[in-house]
Structures are given as C-alpha cells and as structure tokens.
C-alpha cells in the first residue's frame, strides 16, 4: 500500500469512527474522547478546593460524590438561599483559593410558551441566569484579585443548544448563559480563567419537582420513573467532571440520539428542523415526561 491509499484509509477509518460516537455515545466526541486520553477526575482535583451550587440533590449530589472519591480535593456545597451563598462565599474566598466553581442551582419548566405568565420567565431568570451571573461575578474579580486563575463550571443544558417544547424560558435562560459565559471567557483568556459550560440532556434527577410552570408560584411537583429513557445522575456527573478536569470549554451529555441530533443543531440547522419535523410527525418525538399543558 502507498502513502497516500495508507493515508486516505486511516482519514477515512477516523472519519467513521467520529460518526459512530456522534451517532451511539452519549456525549460529544471531544468529551468521549478525554475519557480515555484525558486526565481521570480522581487525579484532575487532586488538592483543589471545588464549591459547588446545588449540591444537596440532583446532578450536584452526584458530582459531590464522584469528587470525594479523589481523596483530597476540598468540597464545598452550597443549596438554595442567598444567604448560605454568601457565608460560603466568605468562608471559601477568605481561607482557601478557591479552584473550580460548579454553578449547578437552577430550575427547570414544563408551559406552554403562549400561555406563559412574563413574571414566570422574570422568576426563572432570576434564578437560573441572575443569581449565578451575580456569584460568578464575585468568583471572578476574586479571581483576578489573586492572579493565580481559576475554573468556572456552569450547568447549561442541551436546551442552550435548541428549542425545547414546553421549556421556553427555561431553554432562553441557558442560551443566555453562554452569551454570558463566551464573553465572559473571550475577555479572560489570558488570566488563566477557564470556562466549562456543561449541557446535560434528559437526567435522572429531582429537577420536575420544583420546576416552573406557567403560573408564578406554581411547580410541577412530579418525579421520573425508571423507566424513562434518561441518562444517571452518577454518569452525567462522571462525564461533567472529565469535561472540567480537562478544561474543555463545551461539552454536550445525553443518551444517543440526543448528541447527534445537538450536532445537526449546531452545524446543520436546515438538517436538523426538517429531522425534529420528520421525526414529529412520525410519532417519534422526544417528549419529556409530565410536558402536560399547563
Ligand atoms: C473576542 O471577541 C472579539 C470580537 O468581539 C474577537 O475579535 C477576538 O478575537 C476574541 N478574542 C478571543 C480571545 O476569543
């Protein structure tokens, strides 16, 4: 075999295999890929003081424990209230440098999008973007203050990626993240501060037990079964953390078709509507449970 038939094989043999991981893996193939090549969790946060947002339950819990596994990495956990917020904030920046933030609080929605109350999509942001932006704000000029860098995880949402039904301002608060969080990284990027932003598909977690409805004040109060096609807390997590381990700045997690169809979003938009349509109107479409107009 010459050089160039050798060559063109081997492009050829990587170009089917990347598909094969588009098509079957349950994440993005940078991420698949650092899995293997890529520094383990257990050595990544090897003495580093990590704060995590929304750790009590949830993907948060999860990420809690898959960190303790390395044994030295310091943890701090934080959960809903403002003022918690604060004293951790105190606590953390004050001893230790903090390393890695993961801002994990937030909330989800089920509501239909013409019957959505504005006060709905004002509490929602407040919460998923505002709240976050604020303490991010404050990690941030801490950051810079002690020169030494830092990471910033931030759960977004393959909802950042494309519309979601029945999530509407849910999904326009994670696209406004990465609006945030682009910029943020564009004007940072040579003080060492890092940005992951995480877009975990369908997971099993509590989050449609405080999820946002179309009426302020109301939740959907409702949990998954196990039946229902959804990735594990203890998996997302795992690959959340290969994802921030490794400084990826993107990285998209959920059960196969999901990852595919989040490329053809990004890179192939004509593609991908008239799929979701096709797909629709065959009955197939990914419903997530308890979507009941509301
Ligand atoms: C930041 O964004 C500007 C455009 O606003 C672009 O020209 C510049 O190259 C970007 N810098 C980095 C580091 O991405």
């Given at each position: 075999m010459d050089w160039v038939s050798l060559f063109g094989t081997i492009l050829c043999i990587l170009c089917i295999s990347v598909f094969i991981v588009m098509c079957i893996?349950?994440?993005?193939v940078l991420t698949a890929l650092y899995c293997y090549i890529g520094i383990q969790p257990v050595h990544a946060f090897r003495d580093k003081v990590i704060w995590i947002t929304g750790?009590?339950?949830g993907i948060g819990e999860a990420i809690a424990k898959e960190l303790a596994k390395c044994n030295s990495a310091k943890i701090v956990l934080s959960a809903r209230r403002k003022e918690e917020l604060l004293r951790v904030k105190s606590e953390c920046l004050g001893k230790n440098n903090l390393d890695v933030l993961i801002s994990n609080a937030g909330r989800s929605q089920r509501a239909a999008w013409p019957q959505t109350e504005l006060a709905v999509d004002k509490d929602l942001f407040e919460l998923n973007v505002f709240s976050l932006l604020n303490l991010n704000r404050i990690v941030v000029r801490h950051f810079l203050e002690v020169g030494r860098g830092g990471q910033l995880a931030i759960m977004s949402s393959i909802a950042a990626k494309m519309g979601v039904y029945h999530s509407g301002s849910y999904s326009g608060s994670k696209f406004a993240l990465h609006g945030y969080f682009n910029s943020l990284r564009n004007e940072t990027y040579t003080d060492n501060i890092d940005v992951t932003l995480i877009c975990p598909g369908?997971?099993?977690?509590?989050?449609?037990?405080?999820a946002f409805t179309?009426?302020?004040?109301?939740?959907?109060d409702q949990e998954y079964t196990s039946g229902d096609r959804r990735m594990t807390a203890d998996r997302c997590a795992y690959l959340s953390l290969i994802a921030i381990g490794n400084r990826l700045e993107e990285t998209w997690v959920a059960l196969s078709p999901i990852v595919l169809f989040t490329y053809l979003a990004a890179y192939q938009p004509y593609l991908f509507s008239k799929l979701s349509r096709f797909v629709h109107s065959n009955g197939l479409y990914f419903r997530a449970r308890g979507a009941k107009d509301r």
């Amino acid at each position: 075999m010459d050089w160039v038939s050798l060559f063109g094989t081997i492009l050829c043999i990587l170009c089917i295999s990347v598909f094969i991981v588009m098509c079957i893996g349950d994440s993005d193939v940078l991420t698949a890929l650092y899995c293997y090549i890529g520094i383990q969790p257990v050595h990544a946060f090897r003495d580093k003081v990590i704060w995590i947002t929304g750790g009590s339950s949830g993907i948060g819990e999860a990420i809690a424990k898959e960190l303790a596994k390395c044994n030295s990495a310091k943890i701090v956990l934080s959960a809903r209230r403002k003022e918690e917020l604060l004293r951790v904030k105190s606590e953390c920046l004050g001893k230790n440098n903090l390393d890695v933030l993961i801002s994990n609080a937030g909330r989800s929605q089920r509501a239909a999008w013409p019957q959505t109350e504005l006060a709905v999509d004002k509490d929602l942001f407040e919460l998923n973007v505002f709240s976050l932006l604020n303490l991010n704000r404050i990690v941030v000029r801490h950051f810079l203050e002690v020169g030494r860098g830092g990471q910033l995880a931030i759960m977004s949402s393959i909802a950042a990626k494309m519309g979601v039904y029945h999530s509407g301002s849910y999904s326009g608060s994670k696209f406004a993240l990465h609006g945030y969080f682009n910029s943020l990284r564009n004007e940072t990027y040579t003080d060492n501060i890092d940005v992951t932003l995480i877009c975990p598909g369908p997971v099993f977690s509590p989050i449609l037990r405080n999820a946002f409805t179309s009426k302020l004040g109301q939740v959907v109060d409702q949990e998954y079964t196990s039946g229902d096609r959804r990735m594990t807390a203890d998996r997302c997590a795992y690959l959340s953390l290969i994802a921030i381990g490794n400084r990826l700045e993107e990285t998209w997690v959920a059960l196969s078709p999901i990852v595919l169809f989040t490329y053809l979003a990004a890179y192939q938009p004509y593609l991908f509507s008239k799929l979701s349509r096709f797909v629709h109107s065959n009955g197939l479409y990914f419903r997530a449970r308890g979507a009941k107009d509301r």
